[in-house]
C-alpha cells in the first residue's frame, strides 16, 4: 500500500468539465479578487519602478518634472557606483551560504523535532524564537555579541587592543558576521515551514514503511523526501528570496554600507530621505527584479516538467 | 482594484499632455497613479488648533517642545514622529498634507524643500521676529531665493570634547595649531591613551572631521562652493584635505568603521580615550551629574594661519510651515511665537544641552559647556552647518559615506578616491 | 500517530540519546544571545557604560518600567491590532483561495498565476514605495474619513500594502502544501456533489491546519514587526504601531540600549504568546480516515 502511494503515477489534469455554473463562478471570483490585489499593488507599481528607473527623478512633484535619461541609470549603477559590485556579490555569497547552512538545518532540525520527542516542543520554541523577535532587539543582541570594544566574543576570546576583532567594521569579515545573525533567524523560520509540510505526511505511508521494517533515516529518504517535493520547492524558493531581498540585519548595522553592500540597501539608500534619487534608486530595484526572474523562471520550468 | 484618481487637482495643462504622451508612448497606466500634484488639499478651512509635526521623539527634547508650544496662546496640537523616521519620510510628510508647521534644519536641508516649493515663505514672520537674530542666524534662515523659510531654534557646535579631571591629572593643555595637536596625541599615546576617540559605523561622524580639516585648510568659502557642486573633488586642495587627515589617522581609535559614535563616546566616558572630535549632543552619552560636568571642549585647531580658525560647525535645528498650512494665520502666528526669546527659554530649560538660536535668549542658567558654546559660536566669523546639511542629501549619504569610509580603510589611494567622488558627483548633480 | 508506530521506535535508544544531546546543544547556543540580551536589558545603563556589558551588577527592573511608560505602549498595542488582524486574516483568505484553485484545477492559465503570485514575493518593498504611495495620495477620499484626504496617512492603506505584499508568498506556500494532500480526498467528495465553495471550505481548509498555522504565525510576526509601510504611509505619530514604539527609544542623540531592549523584550511577548497558542496547531497531523478504507 505504501508503494502504491508513493510511486502514485503523476496527475493527469483533471476534468474542468465537472464544474457546474455556480462553481465556475466561485472558481473566477476565487482567482479573480487576489489577482487584482497583487497585479494592483505589486505589479502595477513595479512596473511604475521600472519606468522610473529610465528617469532621474527626486521623488517630488508631479510628472511634468520627470526627465528620461534612457540607460543613464543603469549606466551610473554599473560604472559609476562602487558598491553596485560588492552589493551582487554579497547577495550571491548569501545564497550559496543559506541554501547549505540555515536552510539545510533547518530542514534537519525539522525532521528531528517531527518526531514524537520528549521537549519537541520547547526545542521548536526555542529555535523559533529569533524569528519573531523585533528587528531592534536582534540589532542589539549582535551588538553585545559582536561589537569590539564590549562585545562578548572579544571578551570570551580574551583578545586584548589591536588583536580585538572588528567583527561589524572589517569588511573582510563583517558579511559573515551578519550572516551567522541572519541565518539564526533563517533556520527557525525554515525549521517552521518543514515542520508543518511534515505534519502533511500521510502518517499511513510512515506506518506502512515501519511495517516493511525500514529505518528512520530510509524511511525518511525513500518515502517521506518524494511525497515533501513540493514543501522541499518552497523551501527552496523561500531561501532564493530571502537571500535577493536580505536587508534588515545588515541595515541595522551599518545601513548597508561597508562590506555589506545588498542590492535592497543600495536600493534603500537610494529611495528613501530627503532629495532621493528615485531614478537611480529604482533602476536598481529594477536590476534585482531581472536578476528574480532568473530564478523565477527556473522554478516554473520545474513546475511544468512536474505536470507534464 | 482601487482606481486612483486619474489626475489631481492643480496639475498643469502640461502636466497632463505629458502623462498623456507617456500613456501611450510606453503603453503602460502604470504611471497613472503617479501623476498628480503632490500637495495635500488645503480644504479643512482656517480654523482650528494650528498642528506641529515634530520630530523631537527623544524624552528629553519631547519634553521640551510640549513645554515651549504650552506657552503659546493658541491651541498647538503636537504630533510628534521619532526622529529617524520622519527625516526617512520627509518627502511622503511634505507631499502627503504635512502639518502646518514643523521641525527641520537649516542649510542646504532647508534650501533645498524651499525650491521645490513644498515649504511655506515666511518672509513676513522674519519681519516680526528678525531683530531677535544675528545676521548668520538669517542667513541660515534664507533660501536661496532671498526668502525666510525657517525659525532657528538651537545650534550644538563641533568641536574637540575631553575630561577636564584627565586633562588636570596628566597636565595636558588644549592645543592651538596642528603641530600641537599632533605633539599632545604623541604624548597620550605615551601616557597609555588613545589620542582620538572614533567611531563612523554611521558613516555620519567622519564627515565632521573631514569638514574641520577642509575648513582650516581650504576655509570656509572653499567648503560653501565645494559642498554646493561648484569645486571639483578631484582638486589638490581637496586632496590636501584626505592627506592631512591621513596624517592624524595614527591618533584616531583603530577599527572605527564597526564602532557606533554612541560606543566610541564610552570610551572617553571610561578614561581610556582623550580627546574626542563630535558635536555637543555627544555628552548627553555622560551619566548626568559629575560625569557630564566633567566635559569641556576646545575648537579644532588652526591649521594655515592664512586660513585662520574661525569658521565652526554649528548645525542649526528649527521650524518650517508646510506650502500651504491648513491654518496659515494661526502657522504664522505660532511661527512668531516660536521665535521669540521666551520660547527658546522654555525649550532650553527643559533640554540644556543646546545653545539659544535666539540673541536675547535668557542665557544665566546656562551650564559652563553652553556658555562656552555659546561664545565659540558667537566669536566665530563664518558658521557652517555639516557636510550632510550643507550639500545635496543624495549626495552626502550615497557618495560621500561610502567614499569616507573607502578613505579610512584604505588610507593612500586619495587620487583613486578623489576622481570616484568627482564622477559620481558629476551624475548626481547632473554635470 | 497511533501506538503502533510509537511502540516500534522505541528499540532505538543510543539514536535518541544522541539526537537530545544534539538538540540540547542546538538549543543553548540558540537562545544564548536572546538570553544575554535579556540579561543586559535588566541592568542599568550608568553602570554598563562605566563597567561595559561583560560584567555584574547594575540590576534593575527599571527600564521595564521606563520603557512601558516612555513608549506608550498602550496605544501602539491598540494600533498595531487594527493594523495586523484585518492584514493576516484578508491575506490567508485571499491566498488559500487562489492557492485551493491552483492546487486542485488544472486551468490553462494555472501557471500564469503562479509566476504572478511567486514572483510578487521577490520584489524588495523598497522597489514599490514611492508608486504606492503615489497610489495612495492620489486615491481621493473625504476629510470626513481622512485627515489628508486621501489614504495617505489610513490604516487602510497600511493593511493594503500589507496584504498585497504578503498574499503571494502565503499564495505559492499554500498552493504547495495543498499539493501534498491525498487528492483521494477531495475527489471522493466530487463523488458526492459538493460544490467547489464546501470543498474548499469545510475539506481543504481544515486539512491545511498546520500549513495555515505556520503562515498565520510568520505573517503575524512579520506584519507586526513591520514599519516601513507604516512609516511611509502615515504621518501622525498617535496611529503609530508599538514599532514605533520601540523606534522612539531609541533616541536621536542618546540611545540608552539597556532601555530599548527592555522595550524590545516587551514587544515581543504578545508574538510569543501568539505562537504557543498556534504551535498545538502545527502539531495536528491528518487523520485520513475517510480515504483509509
Given amino acids: ?308 | 482594484m482601487m482606481n486612483p484618481r486619474p489626475l489631481a487637482g492643480g496639475v498643469s495643462a502640461m502636466a497632463i499632455r505629458r502623462r498623456t504622451l507617456l500613456k501611450g508612448a510606453l503603453g503602460a497606466g502604470a504611471l497613472a497613479g503617479l501623476a498628480g500634484c503632490g500637495g495635500g488639499d488645503d480644504g479643512g478651512g482656517g480654523g482650528g488648533a494650528v498642528t506641529f509635526g515634530s520630530n523631537w521623539s527623544d524624552e528629553v527634547p519631547k519634553n521640551a517642545i510640549a513645554a515651549m508650544m504650552k506657552g503659546h496662546d493658541a491651541e498647538v496640537s503636537i504630533n510628534t514622529v521619532d526622529h529617524n523616521s520622519f527625516q526617512e519620510n520627509i518627502n511622503n510628510y511634505l507631499q502627503g498634507g504635512p502639518d502646518d508647521v514643523f521641525g527641520w534644519f537649516a542649510g542646504y536641508r532647508m534650501q533645498f524643500f524651499a525650491e521645490q516649493g513644498l515649504v511655506g515663505d515666511i518672509s513676513d514672520v522674519w519681519s516680526d521676529i528678525g531683530s531677535g537674530f544675528s545676521e548668520a542666524m538669517k542667513q541660515q534662515a534664507t533660501g536661496a531665493d532671498g526668502k525666510q523659510y525657517f525659525v532657528p531654534l538651537y545650534y550644538y557646535p563641533w568641536a574637540v570634547f575631553y575630561r577636564k579631571s584627565v586633562w588636570a591629572e596628566r597636565g595636558y593643555t588644549p592645543p592651538a595649531t596642528m603641530d600641537e595637536f599632533v605633539a599632545l596625541s604623541k604624548q597620550m599615546q605615551g601616557d597609555g591613551l588613545v589620542p582620538l576617540s572614533f567611531g563612523d559605523s554611521d558613516g555620519w561622524p567622519a564627515m565632521g572631521t573631514f569638514d574641520y580639516l577642509n575648513l582650516r585648510i581650504n576655509g570656509y568659502d572653499f567648503h560653501v562652493e565645494l559642498m554646493a557642486g561648484e569645486r571639483p573633488w578631484n582638486s589638490q586642495e581637496v586632496k590636501n584635505v584626505f592627506d592631512a587627515w591621513r596624517e592624524l589617522l595614527p591618533y584616531h581609535q583603530p577599527d572605527a568603521l564597526g564602532r557606533t559614535w554612541q560606543e566610541a563616546a564610552q570610551t572617553l566616558l571610561r578614561k581610556e580615550s582623550g580627546m574626542y572630535l563630535i558635536g555637543m549632543f555627544m555628552g548627553q552619552q555622560f551619566p548626568e551629574g559629575p560625569e557630564r560636568d566633567d566635559l569641556d571642549f576646545f575648537p579644532f585647531p588652526e591649521i594655515d594661519p592664512a586660513v585662520g580658525a574661525d569658521a565652526v560647525e554649528a548645525p542649526i535645528d528649527g521650524f518650517m510651515m508646510a506650502a500651504r498650512p491648513r491654518n496659515e494665520e494661526g502657522a504664522k502666528d505660532l511661527l512668531r511665537y516660536l521665535g521669540t526669546a521666551e520660547a527658546e527659554d522654555a525649550y532650553l530649560a527643559v533640554d540644556p544641552n543646546n545653545v539659544a538660536a535666539h540673541d536675547d535668549a535668557d542665557t544665566s542658567g546656562y551650564s559652563a559647556l553652553q556658555k562656552k558654546s555659546q561664545e565659540l559660536v558667537s566669536g566665530a566669523k563664518s558658521i557652517s552647518q555639516f557636510l550632510d546639511r550643507d550639500t545635496r542629501p543624495d549626495f552626502a549619504s550615497t557618495v560621500m559615506i561610502p567614499s569616507l569610509q573607502a578613505f579610512l580603510r584604505d588610507p593612500d589611494d586619495v587620487d583613486g578616491l578623489t576622481k570616484s567622488i568627482e564622477e559620481q558627483k558629476a551624475s548626481i548633480f547632473g554635470g | 500517530m497511533t501506538a503502533a508506530v510509537k511502540k516500534r521506535r522505541k528499540p532505538v535508544r543510543p539514536a535518541r540519546v544522541v539526537l537530545q544531546a544534539f538538540l540540547i546543544v542546538m538549543a543553548v547556543g540558540w537562545i544564548f544571545p536572546i538570553a544575554w540580551a535579556v540579561y543586559n536589558s535588566l541592568r542599568d545603563f550608568d553602570y554598563t557604560s562605566v563597567n561595559g556589558y561583560f560584567s555584574v551588577g547594575g540590576f534593575t527592573l527599571d527600564n521595564y518600567v521606563e520603557a512601558w511608560s516612555r513608549g506608550e505602549f498602550g496605544q501602539s498595542f491598540y494600533n498595531t491590532a487594527i493594523i495586523v488582524i484585518p492584514s493576516v486574516l484578508i491575506t490567508l483568505l485571499l491566498a488559500s483561495m487562489v492557492a485551493f484553485v491552483l492546487a486542485r484545477f488544472s486551468f490553462p492559465f494555472n501557471l500564469t498565476l503562479l509566476a504572478l503570485f511567486t514572483a510578487a514575493n521577490l520584489l524588495p518593498q523598497q522597489a514599490l514605495l514611492v508608486p504606492l504611495f503615489r497610489l495612495f495620495l492620489n486615491f481621493e477620499l473625504s476629510y470626513d474619513v481622512s485627515d489628508s484626504g486621501s489614504l495617505y496617512d489610513t490604516y487602510v492603506a497600511v493593511i493594503a500594502a500589507n496584504i498585497a505584499f504578503q498574499t503571494g508568498f502565503c499564495t505559492f506556500v499554500l498552493s504547495n502544501y495543498m499539493k501534498t494532500l491525498p487528492r483521494e480526498l477531495t475527489e471522493a467528495a466530487l463523488v458526492d456533489g459538493a460544490g467547489v465553495l464546501r470543498r474548499y471550505w469545510q475539506l481543504v481548509l481544515p486539512l491545511c491546519r498546520p500549513a495555515l498555522a505556520a503562515l498565520a504565525t510568520l505573517q503575524i510576526t512579520w506584519v507586526y514587526n513591520d514599519f516601513f509601510w507604516a512609516v511611509a504611509f502615515m504621518r501622525t505619530g498617535d496611529k503609530m504601531p508599538v514599532t514605533s514604539s520601540l523606534q522612539n527609544l531609541r533616541g536621536q542623540f542618546f540611545t540608552d540600549y539597556n532601555l530599548l531592549s527592555a522595550g524590545s523584550v516587551i514587544v515581543a511577548i504578545p508574538t510569543l504568546i501568539i505562537f504557543f497558542v498556534l504551535q498545538r496547531h502545527l502539531r495536528a497531523g491528518l487523520t485520513l480516515g475517510a480515504t483509509k478504507g
Fill in chain 1, 1 to 308: 500500500m505504501a508503494d502504491q502511494a508513493v510511486r502514485r503515477p503523476p496527475r493527469r489534469p483533471r476534468r474542468v468539465r465537472t464544474l457546474s455554473g455556480v462553481d465556475v463562478l466561485t472558481v473566477a471570483l476565487m482567482v479573480a479578487v487576489p489577482t487584482v490585489v497583487v497585479v494592483g499593488l505589486v505589479w502595477g507599481p513595479a512596473l511604475a519602478t521600472v519606468l522610473l528607473s529610465f528617469t532621474d527623478w527626486n521623488g517630488i512633484g508631479n510628472l511634468s518634472e520627470i526627465n528620461f535619461v534612457g540607460w543613464q541609470n543603469y549606466e551610473d549603477a554599473t560604472t559609476n557606483y562602487p558598491p553596485f559590485g560588492p552589493a551582487i556579490r554579497h547577495n550571491v555569497l548569501w545564497l550559496v551560504v543559506f541554501f547549505v547552512g540555515p536552510t539545510l538545518l533547518g530542514v534537519i532540525l525539522a525532521v528531528m523535532l517531527d518526531r514524537e520527542l520528549r521537549g519537541s516542543r520547547i526545542y521548536q520554541s526555542i529555535f523559533f524564537m529569533p524569528v519573531v523577535l523585533s528587528l531592534a532587539l536582534v540589532g542589539f543582541i549582535w551588538q553585545l555579541i559582536y561589537s569590539r570594544d564590549q562585545g562578548l566574543l572579544n571578551e570570551v576570546l580574551g583578545l586584548e587592543g589591536g588583536a580585538r576583532i572588528d567583527f561589524f567594521g572589517n569588511p573582510d569579515i563583517n558579511l559573515w558576521a551578519v550572516l551567522v545573525a541572519a541565518g539564526w533567524r533563517h533556520t527557525g523560520y525554515i525549521m517552521l515551514l518543514y515542520l508543518a509540510g511534515l505534519k502533511a505526511v500521510d502518517p499511513a505511508l510512515r506506518e506502512a514503511a515501519a511495517v516493511d521494517g525500514a529505518g528512520e533515516v530510509r524511511t525518511f529518504l525513500r518515502v517521506i523526501w518524494p511525497v515533501m517535493r513540493p514543501v522541499n520547492i518552497v523551501i527552496l524558493v523561500i531561501t532564493v528570496i530571502e537571500s535577493l531581498r536580505a536587508f534588515d540585519i545588515a541595515w541595522v548595522i551599518n545601513k548597508g554600507r561597508n562590506g555589506l553592500e545588498l542590492i535592497s540597501t543600495l536600493v534603500t539608500q537610494n529611495v528613501i530621505g530627503e532629495a532621493s534619487r528615485v531614478g537611480f534608486g529604482s533602476a536598481l530595484a529594477t536590476i534585482m527584479i531581472a536578476i528574480s526572474t532568473v530564478f523565477i523562471v527556473i522554478y516554473l520550468i520545474q513546475v511544468m516538467r512536474e505536470q507534464k
